[in-house]
């Protein structure tokens, strides 16, 4: 449990039906308004971090998957004569 010295107040400005839906909720659930707030924003912290992570790797995928087609098309052959492509098939299936 975090000690009350770890906290800092803060004012935050919503609108009024957000704050009776806030507070009709932790009426009925029987947690505080903080404690609804700190969780809400904990989760949406997470979810944006996990979203952004998410782009990231698709964006690394694509990247990925651009090279490898531009390798197949310039078909090189590597110095055990195995093709650009061949190499890129047994790193797939390596997985």
Known sequence: MVSIMNYKRIN???PEEDLKKIEEFCGAEKISKS???REA???????VREQKEK??????IEWALEAMEKLRK???KF???KTAEELIRELRDSR
């Open 41 to 47: 924003a904990s989760k949406y912290i997470s979810e």
């Open 35 to 37: 404690f609804m707030i």
């Open 79 to 81: 110095k055990d004569g």
């Open 74 to 76: 310039k078909n090189i």
């Open 55 to 60: 782009e990231k790797k698709k964006k690394q």
């Open 12 to 14: 935050i400005t919503i």
